[in-house]
């Protein structure tokens, strides 16, 4: 008898646009400005170095996505070797749980087409300032009562293979997230510290406290919980120093996040494009050329879909 063919999903990534209608798409420059941040909105991500409470899904969403995200924590799900990294525990300790995965784009459909969430782009275009591109995406989900931390860290101390620093990233709760059940924590204003060392980001939530300052230290004390209302959004500087608690509630909390860079971002691997620290996994761009192509696809240009009413939004610059 022959046996039935596996049951195998495409690598979503080689489609180069968005695919269905979960996320309907502006059809004229008028309607994109219906999701455009506030000139005070966008001041203060300058200010603070972060944004939070910006509406991003529906309800209808929310489930396709969680669905979604159901089938991929098993780690027999088909689709698995388009992840570019996959962390059933991230933290190695059963007791403290952390889901973490990049590049679901590629392996399921709604986390293919939220990249083309016009809710997100916007707001994206905004707060960089600039047409920008998909670099990755990451899944970060904890379960109820056993939930590990994410430990303090800067984004772009992971990112340095990708050069100038022109990075943003967006959060997206897909359930409440609270201080119970493990909301993220920003420092305000850390965004102006500099860069500073990359630290493992399960386990140890203070790891990077002996590359800081007296002062940084102090400024910990201003630290505020990022709470969100599934759906919501919350939009960081590549250097705003931030982290997540364990979670020991009833409550599981997950999240997807978005992370892009300004079009003409170039790859930074210093060694000749193979095994760049924390680019492993990574689809593949030489030293010197512009991160681009298939799996860094242009998420919006501005002059495209707003013509003449580029010049009316208020933009980070
Ligand atoms: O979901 C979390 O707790 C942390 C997310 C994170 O590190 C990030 O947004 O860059």
Redesign the pocket.
């Known amino acids: 008898m022959i046996e039935p063919a596996p049951n195998r999903v495409k690598d979503l990534g080689l489609l180069s646009q968005r695919d269905n209608e979960l996320f309907p798409y502006p059809s004229s420059p008028e309607e994109w400005m219906s999701f455009a941040l506030s000139v005070e909105q966008v001041a203060h991500f300058k200010e603070h170095g972060y944004l939070k409470g910006v509406r991003i899904l529906n309800d209808r969403q929310i489930g396709q996505l969680g669905e979604e995200l159901g089938e991929m924590v098993d780690p027999n799900h088909t689709g698995k070797e388009f992840f570019y990294e996959y962390h059933s525990n991230e933290s190695e300790n059963s007791e403290e749980v952390l889901f973490h995965a990049l590049g679901a784009w590629r392996v399921r459909p709604a986390f293919h087409d939220l990249l083309w969430n016009p809710a997100f782009l916007m707001p994206a275009y905004q707060l960089l300032g600039s047409d920008f591109r998909l670099f990755h995406d990451q899944l970060?989900s904890k379960p109820a009562k056993h939930g590990g931390v994410?430990a303090w860290h800067q984004?772009y101390s992971y990112w340095t293979w990708t050069t100038p620093m022109s990075h943003l990233?967006c959060?997206i709760g897909l359930d409440d997230a609270t201080t119970e059940n493990g909301c993220?924590y920003y420092v305000p204003g850390s965004h102006n510290w500099g860069l500073l060392d990359k630290k493992p980001i399960a386990g140890d939530m203070d790891a990077i406290r002996d590359s800081l300052t007296s002062e940084q230290v102090k400024q910990f004390d201003n630290k505020i919980p990022v709470e969100v209302k599934r759906g919501e959004a919350s939009f960081h500087h590549p250097l705003l120093m931030?982290g997540?608690y364990e979670n020991r509630s009833e409550r599981r909390r997950r999240?997807t996040?978005i992370n892009v860079f300004a079009d003409g971002v170039v790859s930074n691997r210093k060694d000749g494009g193979t095994h760049a620290p924390g680019a492993k996994g990574y689809p593949s761009i030489p030293a010197g050329e512009a991160m681009g192509g298939t799996y860094y696809p242009l998420l919006f240009e501005a002059q495209r879909e707003l013509r003449e009413l580029t010049s009316q939004l208020p933009l980070i610059n």
């Open positions: 970060f994410v984004d990233t959060w993220m931030h997540s999240a996040l």
